[in-house]
């Protein structure tokens, strides 16, 4: 089957855009429940199984679009930012066997994908980029996740406007997906700090917010309903999908 957005959230998301969603068609119960229908659907049919298609480096936009949050201006990431990123550490915890605090330089030596693939902003316009990292399983092979583990979760160094801190999150099949990886270069260069430098995450089967950067932290847990308002992430909290398929 062809990948395709099951979009019946086409409407609301796009009037949405990437700012707060906070207008009628959002706030309209007969929308959301049919939002949550076709979220449903759309993972189960298209989600897991299909590839983003891949370009060639002809197609690929050299100025790539930066979105999102403002870059981080605190003093922890202007710390980071100052030293080049030596003193990050990911952490990689939660409910798993072998708990992981890896450096910038141990992700670089496990860096094996090399892509260029297109992202789908939910603002409707898209870009092209070559994105290099590793794929998200297997940092998490490090790590062994239990028994108990359904769901990844991305803690980010950004925050919006109010100080809620952006978060994502993953089940683990999708996370397995070969094109689920910690991007750590762009265009052949690494990750600038309005790109999410030092690591973002980077799905291109799912729309551009779901695509999280500046990565503080991974959690493996069972569930993600105890953050914030409980729906797996920072624009999932505010009305949009939470798998977000394309």
């Known amino acids: 089957m062809k990948r395709a957005l099951f979009l019946a959230s086409g409407a609301a998301i796009a009037l949405a855009g990437c700012s707060k969603a906070s207008n009628a068609l959002n706030d309209n119960q007969t929308i959301r429940r049919a939002l949550s229908s076709a979220e449903s659907l759309n993972h189960t049919l298209i989600g897991t199984h299909g590839r983003a298609k891949v370009y060639s480096d002809a197609d690929v936009d050299r100025e790539f679009r930066v979105n999102g949050f403002d870059t981080p201006s605190d003093s922890s990431y202007a710390r980071l ?64 996740p239990s028994q108990s583990a359904r769901y990844v979760i991305f803690h980010c160094m950004d925050r919006a406007s109010d100080g809620t801190p952006y978060y994502e999150s993953l089940d683990l099949t999708q996370a397995a997906h070969p094109q689920t990886v910690l991007a750590l270069d762009l265009n052949g260069k690494p990750l600038d700090a309005d790109h999410g430098a030092p690591v973002r995450l980077r799905i291109p089967t799912q729309l551009g917010y779901k695509s999280a950067k500046w990565i503080g932290r991974i959690e493996v847990a069972a569930d993600f309903k105890h953050l914030f308002a409980g729906h797996g992430g920072y624009w999932e909290d505010q009305g949009y999908e939470w798998y977000a398929g394309i």
């Open 81 to 144: 930012l100052a030293d080049g990123f030596s003193s990050y550490r990911l952490p990689v915890d939660g409910l798993v066997e072998r708990p992981q605090k890896l450096t910038l330089a141990e992700l670089r030596t496990m860096r094996s994908y090399d892509e260029a693939t297109r992202h789908d902003c939910v603002e409707g316009w898209s870009a092209i980029g070559r994105w290099a990292g590793v794929p998200l399983a297997s940092v998490l092979a490090l790590a062994k």
